[in-house]
């Protein structure tokens, strides 16, 4: 079967550094992606891993290892505006996205 | 237009009823989706289509009907609302279905079924 799996909420301090994990399993893999969305807003895009290692770009940068079905989100210098959930997902073999009930992330002054 | 967009923004429907959510895009994008996000769930994929003239069942498909008739549309129906359809309804775009294509999300529609 295939599952994924994030924490429901997590909280940081303005500033500082936060890993959002995810974990998956399926048989067939196309990529992880995750997304940002605002309380009431749509999701955008972040990133996307296809390859194991680490993807930078700006304040965030995403990790993947597909030998251990994980990923991780890690976002710097941590902004009040960077409060929201950030969903994973990956691409299974039919090229459809498999989302993750998203990580609530809180960002206290 | 820019991206995507939906309507209505929000609907209460009572139960039974028939509903066409609508959804277009000015991106030229061939991939598009409907998908449903309920409070504690992932988003879940209601139907697809890979290019116009196309669609396919995605992992909630029951309930809801799609049709594909040109590249910018794609309206979900409801034939007749029940409450365990009240969600969010997402419609999203890409380019392409595999791959390196991200999805763009229009800003949803609320739908309360009563």
């Known amino acids: 079967g295939q599952n994924i799996d994030q924490p429901t909420e997590m909280t940081a301090t303005e500033g500082a550094i936060v890993q959002i994990n995810c974990t998956y399993q399926t048989s067939g893999f196309n990529g992880l992606f995750w997304y940002q969305q605002h309380a009431g807003e749509a999701p955008t895009f972040l990133s996307y891993?296809?390859l194991d290692g680490l993807e930078e770009k700006g304040r965030f940068s995403s990790f993947l290892s597909r030998s251990k079905g994980y990923s991780y989100l890690l976002l710097k210098e941590l902004q009040m505006k960077d409060s929201a959930s950030y969903l994973c997902?990956?691409?299974?073999?039919?090229?459809?996205?498999?989302w993750g009930a998203g990580t609530k992330l809180i960002i206290k002054p | 237009i820019a991206g995507i967009t939906q309507a209505p923004t929000s609907q209460i429907l009572a139960a039974g009823r028939r509903m066409t959510l609508r959804c277009t895009q000015d991106m030229r994008h061939n991939a598009m989706y409907w998908y449903r996000q309920d409070l504690g769930l992932g988003l879940r994929l209601i139907h697809y289509s890979n290019t116009a003239g196309t669609t396919g069942k995605g992992e909630v498909p029951d309930g809801y009907s799609v049709s594909r008739a040109n590249t910018d549309d794609f309206p979900l129906t409801l034939a007749s609302a029940v409450p365990s359809q009240t969600s969010v309804y997402f419609c999203?775009?890409?380019?392409?279905?595999?791959?390196?294509?991200?999805?763009?999300f229009g800003p949803g529609t609320r739908l309360t079924v009563l």
């Open positions: 891993n296809v």
């Open positions: 997902a990956f691409m299974d073999s039919n090229y459809q996205l498999i």
């Open positions: 999203a775009s890409s380019a392409g279905s595999g791959g390196h294509n991200e999805q763009f």
